[in-house]
């Protein structure tokens, strides 16, 4: 067992997750609160169903591709559940982009389309960092933040009429006890962290993006 002294060093890796996802992730952005309420457009709707597929509905996926390198092996066994359930949030995506119909007509659709390949290459490389708990807090920070995403999916079933699916991701509390240990030294929660930070910029950016093509299309 870890003594008092480093549990509470490790604590502080989730902790800096957590934190950082509350002030800096999908929670805090206005544009997708707007798209969880039920008076959301179905053009906007669909529109971020579209743009989350692009991101993340391609395989292996942040989680995939990160449990792929691995360069820290005490975090194979979490990567390789989270890779998994990722596995059916892409197929739940990949329904809901179908439902959904077409991506709605918005002027820049094709630097949209750079933007989101760019933000999935951008996404990619922080899965395969050579740095210690660089990988680890990208995957940590994505599965914080879509439990806030999930919101949409699920708000988008409804609306285009698919059956939600449960999410399967590992239990929080074993998420957090993966990412106390991982981020057990300086160097490696600093690597967390900012691999944490990549991932939440990342989603910023995406909902930013989303937020200006439905002004676009509003205006």
């Known amino acids: 067992m870890l003594d008092t002294a480093r549990t509470d060093w490790h604590s502080s890796a ?3 997750v957590t934190q950082l996802g509350e002030a ?5 952005h206005p544009h997708l609160t707007m798209l969880i309420s039920p008076v959301a457009p179905s053009r906007d709707l669909s ?3 579209h743009a989350l597929c692009a991101v993340h509905g391609d395989h292996p996926g942040v989680a995939a591709e990160a449990n792929r390198h691995c360069v820290q092996p005490d975090a194979c066994e979490w990567l390789s559940a989270v890779a998994e359930a990722f596995v059916a949030e892409r197929s739940y995506i990949a329904q809901l982009a ?4 077409p991506i709605p007509s ?3 659709q094709a630097e949209t389309e750079a933007a989101l390949i760019a933000s999935r290459h951008a996404l990619e490389t922080l899965a395969r960092s050579e740095r210690r708990g660089c990988a680890t807090g990208a995957v940590a920070a994505l599965v914080q933040d879509w439990s806030t995403i999930r919101l949409l999916l699920d708000a988008a079933a409804v609306r285009f009429g698919v059956e939600p699916v449960p999410a399967s991701f590992p239990p ?3 998420t957090a006890a993966a990412i106390v240990m991982l981020g057990g030294t300086p160097a490696t929660e600093r690597a967390v962290s900012f691999g944490a930070q990549q991932l939440f910029a990342q989603h910023r950016a995406l909902w930013a993006l989303l937020d200006a093509r439905a002004s ?3 205006g």
Do not use: I, K, Q, Y
């Open 14 to 16: 989730w902790d800096l």
């Open 24 to 28: 800096d992730g999908s929670v805090a």
């Open 47 to 49: 529109d971020a169903v």
């Open 98 to 101: 179908a439902a959904a119909g």
């Open 106 to 108: 918005t002027p820049g």
């Open 172 to 174: 929080v509390a074993e």
């Open 216 to 218: 676009a299309r509003h």
